[in-house]
C-alpha cells in the first residue's frame, strides 16, 4: 500500500527554533521545545527581575500570576478561577495524590498506558497512607467502547478512592476517550484524576467538557510555553481540600493561589507562557495541529514500511489531532527500560535524530512526533538509515 502524501511544510516554522539545524529533532513530546520569541519573553522578564527583585516579588506578582493563569486557563476551556499554575504535571499529581485523603484500605486504580514517574507517585502516596495501588491492564489495540467497559469493571465502588487515567498516554500514544471514562466512574462514586500533560496546544478538547475532578496538562510541550509551566483544573468540591506541596505565604488566601506561590522561585516561565500561545495562534492553532498530525501519521507510515510493519499493524492513536505515533520495534528489543533508553541514544548518536525509543509492556516501541518545524525528508532519512542501525544489534 502507498505510504499518504506528507502535509505542507509550514515556511519558515523551524527559524522560529533554536534547534540544532544539523539534528532531527522527532520527539517533541518528551521536553518540547521553546520559540525563540518566547525565550525572549522570559528573558525580558528575567531582566526585569534581575533590574530590582524586591519590587518584582513583591509589588504585583501575585496578580501578574493570577492574570496568566486566567489567560491560559481561557485558552484550555477550564475554569480560569478554578485552576492552580504549577511546575509541571508531576507536581500536579503529587498535589491532587496528597490532597485526596487517601486512607488505609482505600485503593487507587490508574491503567498500565500510565506515564513512569506518575506511577511512582501513586506507589509513594500509597506507602504513606496504606492504601492500594491497582493497574488495570488495557490492550493496545482496545477500541474506546472497550476501554470503557474494562475500567466499568476494573472500578470497585466504596473502594477505589480515585482513578488516575491519561488524557493521550505517553508510552502507547493512545487517545483515551476521557469523557467517556470519567463519567462512568462518576456513575460509580469515584473521583477521576485525567493526566493531560500532552494535551494543551496539541488538542481541541476542552478542560471543561471532559468533566474529571482534576485535570493536569503542560503547557511546555505542545503550548510553547517555557518549560515548568503547566495547570492544575481542579472541579468546585474538591478546591479547599487542595493543599500546595510546600505552605508558604499565601496559604490563607486558599486555591488557587496557595498552591500557585511556592516561596522564592523564578516564575517568569508562567508569565512568558502566553508568548508561546501567541506563537501558535500566529502560525494558525488549526493549522499547526493539522499539520503536526498528519506529519507524525505520515512519519509512522514511512518507518513503518522501512522497518516491515504492515499498516495494519501500526498503533491508531484512536482519534484524531495526535501528533505521536507509535511503531512496533523488531521482537527482543528495547523491551526494558534500560535496552530502550541505550537505544534511543545510540539513534540520536549515530543518526542524528532524536526519538523516543519505549518499552511497554515488555515490548520496544518507537514513537515518532511531527512538529511545525520537522519536514517529511526527516522521517525519510531516518526510514532509510534505521534499519540497519537496528540490524547491528
Ligand atoms: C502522560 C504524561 N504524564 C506526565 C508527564 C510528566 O510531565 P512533566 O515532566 O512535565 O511533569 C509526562 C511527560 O512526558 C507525560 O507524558
Given at each position: 500500500?502507498?505510504?499518504?502524501?506528507?502535509?505542507?511544510?509550514?515556511?519558515?516554522?523551524?527559524?522560529?527554533?533554536?534547534?540544532?539545524?544539523?539534528?532531527?529533532?522527532?520527539?517533541?513530546?518528551?521536553?518540547?521545545?521553546?520559540?525563540?520569541?518566547?525565550?525572549?519573553?522570559?528573558?525580558r522578564l528575567r531582566d526585569e527581575m534581575e533590574s530590582n527583585p524586591l519590587r518584582f516579588f513583591t509589588q504585583g506578582l501575585v496578580d501578574r500570576i493570577a492574570h496568566t493563569r486566567r489567560h491560559l486557563a481561557t485558552f484550555l476551556g477550564a475554569d480560569p478561577d478554578g485552576s492552580a499554575l504549577v511546575g509541571n504535571t508531576t507536581t500536579a499529581?503529587?498535589?491532587?495524590?496528597?490532597?485526596?485523603?487517601?486512607?488505609?484500605?482505600?485503593?487507587?486504580?490508574?491503567?498500565?498506558?500510565?506515564?513512569?514517574?506518575?506511577?511512582?507517585?501513586?506507589?509513594?502516596?500509597?506507602?504513606?497512607?496504606?492504601?492500594?495501588?491497582?493497574?488495570?491492564?488495557?490492550?493496545l489495540d482496545a477500541t474506546d467502547e472497550q476501554i470503557v467497559q474494562a475500567i466499568r469493571a476494573g472500578l470497585r465502588p466504596g473502594r477505589t478512592r480515585l482513578l488516575v487515567v491519561d488524557q493521550l498516554t505517553s508510552a502507547t500514544a493512545r487517545l483515551f476517550p476521557t469523557a467517556a471514562v470519567v463519567a462512568v466512574a462518576h456513575e460509580n462514586g469515584v473521583p477521576v484524576l485525567v493526566d493531560a500533560a500532552h494535551a494543551p496546544g496539541m488538542l481541541s478538547t476542552t478542560v471543561s467538557s471532559i468533566g474529571a475532578d482534576f485535570w493536569a496538562g503542560n503547557l511546555h510541550k505542545?503550548?510553547?510555553?517555557?518549560?515548568?509551566?503547566?495547570?492544575?483544573?481542579?472541579?468546585?468540591?474538591?478546591?479547599?481540600?487542595?493543599?500546595?506541596?510546600?505552605?508558604?505565604?499565601?496559604?490563607?488566601?486558599?486555591?488557587?493561589a496557595?498552591?500557585?506561590?511556592?516561596?522564592?522561585?523564578?516564575?517568569t516561565s508562567w508569565l512568558a507562557a502566553p508568548a508561546g500561545l501567541f506563537t501558535l495562534r500566529s502560525l494558525g492553532v488549526d493549522r499547526v495541529r493539522a499539520h503536526n498530525a498528519a506529519l507524525a501519521a505520515y512519519g509512522q507510515r514511512v518507518v513503518g514500511d522501512a522497518l516491515g510493519v504492515p499498516p495494519a499493524q501500526l498503533p491508531d492513536p484512536g482519534g484524531p489531532g495526535v501528533a505521536l505515533r507509535l511503531l512496533p520495534l523488531p521482537a527482543g528489543m528495547a523491551t526494558t527500560i534500560d535496552?530502550?533508553?541505550?537505544?534511543?541514544?545510540?539513534?540520536?548518536?549515530?543518526?542524528?535524530?532524536?526519538?523516543?525509543?519505549?518499552?511497554?509492556n515488555g515490548r520496544g516501541w518507537l514513537r515518532l512526533t511531527g512538529q511545525v518545524y520537522n519536514t517529511a525528508d526527516e522521517y525519510e532519512r531516518l526510514a532509510v538509515r534505521l534499519p540497519a542501525l537496528l540490524a547491528q544489534r
Amino acid at each position: 500500500m502507498s505510504v499518504p502524501q506528507p502535509p505542507e511544510p509550514i515556511p519558515g516554522a523551524r527559524l522560529l527554533f533554536s534547534l540544532d539545524p544539523a539534528v532531527s529533532h522527532l520527539n517533541h513530546g518528551s521536553f518540547g521545545a521553546v520559540p525563540i520569541g518566547v525565550q525572549r519573553a522570559q528573558q525580558r522578564l528575567r531582566d526585569e527581575m534581575e533590574s530590582n527583585p524586591l519590587r518584582f516579588f513583591t509589588q504585583g506578582l501575585v496578580d501578574r500570576i493570577a492574570h496568566t493563569r486566567r489567560h491560559l486557563a481561557t485558552f484550555l476551556g477550564a475554569d480560569p478561577d478554578g485552576s492552580a499554575l504549577v511546575g509541571n504535571t508531576t507536581t500536579a499529581v503529587a498535589v491532587v495524590l496528597q490532597s485526596v485523603g487517601l486512607q488505609p484500605g482505600d485503593e487507587v486504580l490508574s491503567t498500565d498506558h500510565g506515564y513512569g514517574a506518575v506511577s511512582l507517585s501513586i506507589q509513594r502516596e500509597c506507602r504513606r497512607t496504606g492504601a492500594v495501588s491497582r493497574v488495570l491492564p488495557i490492550p493496545l489495540d482496545a477500541t474506546d467502547e472497550q476501554i470503557v467497559q474494562a475500567i466499568r469493571a476494573g472500578l470497585r465502588p466504596g473502594r477505589t478512592r480515585l482513578l488516575v487515567v491519561d488524557q493521550l498516554t505517553s508510552a502507547t500514544a493512545r487517545l483515551f476517550p476521557t469523557a467517556a471514562v470519567v463519567a462512568v466512574a462518576h456513575e460509580n462514586g469515584v473521583p477521576v484524576l485525567v493526566d493531560a500533560a500532552h494535551a494543551p496546544g496539541m488538542l481541541s478538547t476542552t478542560v471543561s467538557s471532559i468533566g474529571a475532578d482534576f485535570w493536569a496538562g503542560n503547557l511546555h510541550k505542545w503550548g510553547y510555553a517555557p518549560r515548568g509551566t503547566a495547570l492544575l483544573a481542579v472541579a468546585p468540591q474538591w478546591r479547599d481540600r487542595i493543599e500546595p506541596l510546600v505552605v508558604s505565604w499565601e496559604q490563607d488566601a486558599g486555591f488557587p493561589a496557595r498552591v500557585e506561590w511556592q516561596a522564592t522561585l523564578d516564575y517568569t516561565s508562567w508569565l512568558a507562557a502566553p508568548a508561546g500561545l501567541f506563537t501558535l495562534r500566529s502560525l494558525g492553532v488549526d493549522r499547526v495541529r493539522a499539520h503536526n498530525a498528519a506529519l507524525a501519521a505520515y512519519g509512522q507510515r514511512v518507518v513503518g514500511d522501512a522497518l516491515g510493519v504492515p499498516p495494519a499493524q501500526l498503533p491508531d492513536p484512536g482519534g484524531p489531532g495526535v501528533a505521536l505515533r507509535l511503531l512496533p520495534l523488531p521482537a527482543g528489543m528495547a523491551t526494558t527500560i534500560d535496552a530502550a533508553r541505550a537505544l534511543q541514544t545510540r539513534i540520536g548518536e549515530r543518526l542524528a535524530t532524536e526519538v523516543a525509543v519505549m518499552s511497554w509492556n515488555g515490548r520496544g516501541w518507537l514513537r515518532l512526533t511531527g512538529q511545525v518545524y520537522n519536514t517529511a525528508d526527516e522521517y525519510e532519512r531516518l526510514a532509510v538509515r534505521l534499519p540497519a542501525l537496528l540490524a547491528q544489534r
